[in-house]
């Protein structure tokens, strides 16, 4: 774990809920924070960018929805030594749409793959954006600079965006907690709506989910849906970069660890294995919802019990449900439809001396929770959807004694993680009855050897290392945010350049060696560069790497010592020599992609398509639409996800879209000529996203130059395309001179 003081100054906290209570005391009311793993993540967040607890102008700052305990008369207690809260109070109208409407009748129910339960409302919407905008209100009445902003979960997706738009240069992370979805899901989501949260989450600096699938997810929907370029885990915005990255969120190991072994846990556990006769006990506790799977679970126990007639009067199901959203109705019938299936297993199976289920409406005290998870012989956690589930890992942590099973559904986030549970589809009931039946036959030494690897991993993924990788990605992000706006040292290059003995050159067409222009036929390098190209491929090796086709690079640069490389890497032509293929890949995929383009071409008169020998693309400066850019992204979204016999890449560059095989590029290319000879001078220049494979296959000492404005791979900057033009003159000079 990163233990380096950070520089941020402040950390401020944003979260729909505040967790925090009033509490009367002799002093009068006092804050008191509840003892949540979020709280502790965040308070070892504040301890490693080296604020001490108790100072003043250090203090967390939490801003989250406000109750009537919060109320004005209350507000000198809104502060104890470590943390400030500040309550946002709204009309309860706005927050009857913003909360129970927008995030739990729809985003909730969406998001958990729930399609059917989800209300599209306008007004709820509306009642979203307006909420947002009050939390905006209070978190910008204390905002300074050097404050780390950190705003948490599906609540909140518009607020990044609304404070970078106040706040241009605010630190501002962003954290899920539940599921991100496939594409085909959030396209569920009117169009504006949409764009909205996503442009609203593209706000922070660095945005977190819990798994990698969630990232792909989110990345998935970023490039559908704003047609933003991605590289690697990064978006590149015009000013700045996005870093997307999975952190799962973890349990205070150590607190769980030590908790089981406390006397008042270690009585109640007594009490329950002595009130349940020394049965053995198979225990779930979860809040009140249909995401849990809490029926499937019954159905899967109903079906072990069918079964297996020997447990019978052995085993006792401990099952927990907390009250959670029962005004709404759904939450309602599932309440009914749990509490109607218990009865009817009772029922069916129960005696005058044995309930199969044990079944309660409520919470649990800390206690009475750690003595259940560590009274149980099985945890059973079947949840149809969650995106972490922490239950699962507080059970493992509390699992001092090494003992104990857990049965865990592949569609918890955790499940990736603790791939040692048992691991269950949680509407396979019979995958559900075997896995109890496995559970509750499992020799102790197989027990201990799971729960030890479970136990490990927990002890170092535990919710500070979430919270400090957290933080790290921030030092991360200013690292390659800084050395994006370095503007290439000119006299220092020049110097490198003149000392070497053996140079490549790599420079892109577009952009780069040519300004761009409206009509591609027409573009040329000014006889300027022509002169500065050909003296400089007499003293080095000079590669132009360009997206164009064979035709076109050798008629322009005809009777020049420049090698070529057309078609983004398929074909390369050295001095006097004939062109190579490079790219072997099957052509039969053009068809379709032709067909579709050509579909557009009919829409959107002065676009037009250009055919290459190994890609083939779509035009459309010229084209006169106001919506031409969505145009784009939406043929650029068919494209992807046509079928194809081989892997392909769709472009988005500079008014083209274009499709090529994925095999060949400007960097694989880059990196065999690169690999071929031992040079010690090379530079890299160029201007559009194809040229970011270049940047990166590059070694990290290369010269990599990016043209224009925007977040590159590249370790400087050009900020004209004629810039480069007196680059190459100056280059060239220190040649003649020599
Ligand atoms: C969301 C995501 C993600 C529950 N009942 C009692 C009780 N609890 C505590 C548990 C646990 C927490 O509540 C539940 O956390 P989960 O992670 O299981 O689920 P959600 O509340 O839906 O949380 C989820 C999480 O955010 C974090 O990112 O993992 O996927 O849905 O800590 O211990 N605690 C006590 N009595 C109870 O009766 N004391």
């Known amino acids: 774990m990163k233990t380096s003081k950070s520089s941020y100054k402040r950390l401020l906290i944003v979260s729909y809920r505040l967790p925090f209570t009033i509490q009367q005391t002799d002093n009068g009311p006092e804050l008191k924070q509840n003892s949540g793993g979020l709280v502790s993540a965040v308070l070892s967040m504040a301890e490693q960018m080296g604020q001490n607890q108790g100072d003043q102008s250090t203090k967390i700052h939490w801003v989250g929805h406000g109750d009537s305990s919060m109320q004005q008369e209350n507000a000198p207690a809104l502060e104890n030594e470590t943390f400030v809260a500040h309550p946002v109070f709204m009309d309860e109208a706005i927050h009857k749409g913003f909360y129970e409407g927008f995030s739990n009748d729809l985003i909730w129910p969406l998001f958990h793959y729930f399609p059917s339960y989800a209300s599209f409302r306008e007004t709820d919407f509306d009642s979203y954006q307006q909420a947002n905008t009050r939390f905006l209100e209070e978190l910008n009445a204390l905002i300074e600079p050097g404050d780390l902003i950190w705003i948490h979960d599906f609540q909140l997706m518009l607020l990044p965006d609304l404070v970078r738009q106040t706040t241009p240069d605010a630190t501002i992370g962003y954290f899920f907690h539940i599921p991100f979805p496939t594409y085909e899901i959030v396209k569920l989501l009117p169009r504006t709506w949409r764009q909205a949260l996503i442009k609203g989450i593209l706000g922070a600096d660095v945005i977190g989910f819990h798994t990698n699938d969630y990232v792909q997810h989110f990345l998935q929907s970023v490039s559908e849906v704003l047609?933003?370029?991605?590289?690697?885990?990064?978006?590149?915005?015009?000013?700045?970069?996005?870093?997307?990255?999975?952190?799962?969120?973890?349990?205070d190991f150590n607190k769980f660890n030590t908790s089981g072994q406390d006397t008042t846990v270690a009585n109640t556990r007594q009490h329950y294995q002595n009130l349940l006769r020394q049965n053995k006990i198979i225990f779930s506790v979860d809040r009140l919802d249909y995401t849990k799977g809490i029926t499937y679970r019954l159905l899967g126990y109903e079906r072990f019990l069918d079964q297996n007639p020997d447990w019978h009067d052995k085993v006792t199901f401990v099952i927990t449900v907390v009250p959670s959203r029962d005004t709404i109705p759904q939450y309602q019938e599932i309440k009914r439809e749990i509490e109607e299936t218990v009865g009817r297993i009772n029922g069916l199976f129960?005696?005058?001396?044995?309930?199969?289920?044990?079944?309660?409406?409520?919470?649990?005290?800390?206690?009475?929770?750690?003595?259940?998870?560590?009274?149980?012989?099985?945890?059973?956690?079947?949840?149809?959807?969650?995106?972490?589930?922490?239950?699962?890992?507080?059970?493992?942590?509390?699992?001092?004694?090494?003992?104990?099973?857990?049965?865990?559904?592949?569609?918890?986030?955790?499940?990736?993680?603790?791939?040692?549970?048992?691991?269950?589809?949680?509407?396979?009931?019979?995958?559900?009855?075997?896995?109890?039946?496995?559970?509750?036959?499992?020799?102790?030494?197989?027990?201990?050897?799971?729960?030890?690897?479970?136990?490990?991993?927990?002890?170092?993924?535990?919710?500070?290392?979430?919270?400090?990788?957290?933080?790290?990605?921030?030092?991360?992000?200013?690292?390659?945010?800084?050395?994006?706006?370095?503007?290439?040292?000119?006299?220092?290059?020049?110097?490198?350049?003149?000392?070497?003995?053996?140079?490549?050159?790599?420079?892109?067409?577009?952009?780069?060696?040519?300004?761009?222009?409206?009509?591609?036929?027409?573009?040329?390098?000014?006889?300027?560069?022509?002169?500065?190209?050909?003296?400089?491929?007499?003293?080095?090796?000079?590669?132009?790497?360009?997206?164009?086709?064979?035709?076109?690079?050798?008629?322009?640069?005809?009777?020049?010592?420049?090698?070529?490389?057309?078609?983004?890497?398929?074909?390369?032509?050295?001095?006097?020599?004939?062109?190579?293929?490079?790219?072997?890949?099957?052509?039969?995929?053009?068809?379709?992609?032709?067909?579709?383009?050509?579909?557009?071409?009919?829409?959107?008169?002065?676009?037009?398509?250009?055919?290459?020998?190994?890609?083939?693309?779509?035009?459309?400066?010229?084209?006169?639409?106001?919506?031409?850019?969505?145009?784009?992204?939406?043929?650029?979204?068919?494209?992807?996800?046509?079928?194809?016999?081989?892997?392909?890449?769709?472009?988005?560059?500079?008014?083209?879209?274009?499709?090529?095989?994925?095999?060949?590029?400007?960097?694989?290319?880059?990196?065999?000529?690169?690999?071929?000879?031992?040079?010690?001078?090379?530079?890299?220049?160029?201007?559009?996203?194809?040229?970011?494979?270049?940047?990166?296959?590059?070694?990290?000492?290369?010269?990599?130059?990016?043209?224009?404005?925007?977040?590159?791979?590249?370790?400087?900057h050009l900020a004209r395309q004629r810039d480069v033009e007196t680059l190459l003159q100056r280059m060239s000079d220190v040649l003649v001179e020599a």
């Open 227 to 251: 047609a933003l370029p991605i590289i690697e885990q990064r978006i590149v915005l015009p000013d700045r970069s996005v870093i997307v990255n999975d952190f799962p969120i973890s349990v």
């Open 350 to 716: 129960g005696t005058i001396g044995w309930r199969p289920i044990v079944y309660s409406y409520n919470s649990l005290s800390f206690p009475e929770l750690m003595a259940l998870y560590t009274a149980c012989d099985i945890a059973l956690i079947t949840p149809l959807r969650d995106g972490m589930n922490l239950v699962c890992k507080e059970f493992v942590a509390s699992r001092y004694d090494n003992k104990g099973v857990l049965i865990l559904s592949e569609l918890a986030g955790a499940a990736q993680e603790l791939p040692e549970a048992l691991i269950i589809n949680p509407t396979d009931k019979q995958e559900v009855a075997d896995a109890i039946r496995q559970g509750l036959l499992m020799p102790t030494a197989e027990q201990e050897a799971r729960l030890i690897k479970m136990r490990n991993h927990l002890q170092n993924h535990n919710v500070f290392r979430w919270s400090s990788d957290f933080l790290t990605a921030f030092d991360n992000l200013k690292t390659t945010q800084s050395t994006l706006e370095t503007d290439l040292p000119i006299p220092s290059f020049i110097n490198a350049f003149s000392d070497a003995q053996k140079r490549l050159l790599l420079f892109d067409f577009d952009g780069t060696l040519a300004p761009l222009i409206n009509d591609p036929a027409q573009a040329k390098p000014s006889e300027e560069i022509k002169k500065s190209l050909h003296t400089l491929a007499e003293n080095s090796d000079l590669v132009v790497i360009s997206g164009r086709n064979r035709a076109f690079l050798e008629k322009t640069f005809a009777g020049s010592p420049v090698h070529l490389v057309a078609e983004h890497g398929a074909f390369l032509k050295k001095p006097d020599q004939p062109w190579e293929r490079l790219d072997l890949s099957a052509d039969d995929w053009v068809d379709t992609v032709r067909s579709t383009m050509a579909e557009f071409v009919s829409r959107f008169p002065g676009s037009f398509i250009e055919e290459k020998e190994t890609a083939i693309a779509w035009h459309y400066r010229m084209a006169d639409a106001d919506d031409i850019e969505a145009q784009a992204n939406d043929m650029a979204g068919q494209l992807r996800r046509a079928d194809s016999s081989i892997p392909l890449t769709v472009i988005q560059g500079s008014k083209v879209v274009e499709v090529k095989p994925a095999l060949h590029s400007k960097g694989t290319v880059a990196l065999s000529i690169f690999e071929q000879t031992p040079y010690d001078f090379i530079v890299s220049i160029g201007d559009d996203t194809t040229d970011e494979d270049m940047f990166r296959q590059l070694p990290n000492w290369a010269y990599t130059v990016k043209v224009g404005p925007g977040t590159s791979f590249a370790r400087y």
